[in-house]
């Protein structure tokens, strides 16, 4: 596991970016919206991951739409190479590819 270290910052950067968003889009839709494309399908790539250097050295990418729009990014942290930001988004797909989508149970009372 010595090369992973990056990866679950990455991970749980992505979901906290791109869940939320998805859960309220979700929401929105019918259930006539919902079955037009099965989630498993195959489906032409319809948006864009760039890689961009910021100001502090680090490398960041961002997910966009066919829009434009971002809709999930790496997070504030970083990534100290180019590289190192293209495996996070590698291992992204691989992870996104099978994942389960889930709906989390509030938590209600006092902490």
Known sequence: MKGLHW???????IVFLIIPPLMAEQQNKTDSDTKKIPLDTKVPAQGTVEISEGKDGKYR??????QGKVVGGSGLTGFESKEAAAKAVQSLKEILNHAKLVYPEKKTGKK
């Open 7 to 13: 990866v679950f910052p990455a991970v749980g950067s």
């Open 61 to 66: 990418f961002f997910v966009r739409d066919s």
